[in-house]
């Protein structure tokens, strides 16, 4: 397997994966326009994805469905409560393109297990996703307030993991946001913090080669260097050094990390 992360933070997001005969995206949180950019930076064409996987009806991860599954006709699949929560959002989606995919099962697509599972997160039914394929393990996880045993249990000793690092809680304590939406995105259904995910990362990874993609920083809440660092050192505190097994990555809202084999 492949994959990229196109795009990625509180203004647009999509992941992209692929095998030798299947390719998929992990919504489409741009424009149609930029998702095109985004594809010929990593030197793809839209027009052969197998499917895009949706994980929840926030505009951040649904801006350009619509636009590009008609334009390129390709299927798009989400749980039934995420369909109901996208009507009117994404415009008119004929029905060959509409497919099921339930939370928490499997789907297999020529050698990859696609598999669905919970998060906890302010949408109807917000769901992720992990790709297997000959015993490698790609995980992605944004969007989730907290990271519960259970989801661990999905993630655990995966090979790279797109990894929600979204804030850091002084500097959101700090800002410009309302009380409001400060107490939602520090709530079980918001956002993980930097610390809270280097804590989850410390549970779930196992000691061997790990990519982890710190992903989904608020852009007025977090910095590439501090999600770097407050994961890095409290990663330290729960006894992992990174550079030995584990590597971090960063991401970025505008531009795709480099098309990687897992
Ligand atoms: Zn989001
Ligand atoms: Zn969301």
Request: hydrophobic share 40%; net charge negative; charged share 25%.
């Amino acid at each position: 397997m492949r994959f990229s992360v196109l795009a990625s933070g509180s203004t647009g997001n999509a992941v992209y994966v692929e095998n030798d005969q299947h390719s998929f995206l992990v919504d489409v949180g741009l424009s149609g326009k930029k998702m095109e950019q985004l594809f010929a930076n990593i030197d793809r064409d839209m027009k052969n994805l197998s499917g895009i996987l949706v994980t929840h009806e926030h505009s951040d991860h649904i801006k350009g469905l619509g636009v590009v599954a008609r334009k390129y006709k390709i299927p798009i699949f989400a749980n039934a409560k995420t369909w109901d929560a996208m009507e009117g959002h994404i415009g008119n989606i004929p029905t060959d393109l509409r497919y099921h995919f339930d939370m928490e099962t499997v789907k297999t697509f020529g050698g990859i297990d696609i598999q669905s599972f919970a998060v906890s997160h302010d949408a109807v039914d917000p769901m992720f996703y992990t790709f297997n394929e000959d015993g490698r393990k790609l995980a992605v996880i944004t969007d989730t307030g907290y990271v519960s045993d259970r989801m661990k249990g999905y993630i655990a000793a995966a090979d790279s993991y797109v990894f929600e690092s979204n804030h850091d809680v002084s500097m959101l304590q700090m800002g410009r946001y309302p009380w409001s939406i400060k107490r939602r995105i520090l709530s079980d259904v918001g956002h993980v913090s930097n610390e809270d995910a280097a804590v989850a990362m410390s549970d779930v990874v196992a000691e061997k080669p790990t990519q982890i993609y710190l992903s989904h920083l608020s852009k007025d809440n977090n910095m590439k260097e501090l999600a770097r660092m407050s994961v890095t050192q409290t990663l330290e505190s729960c006894g992992i050094i990174t550079g030995e097994f584990l590597h971090l990555h960063d991401t970025d809202a505008e531009e795709p990390t480099a098309l990687v084999t897992i």
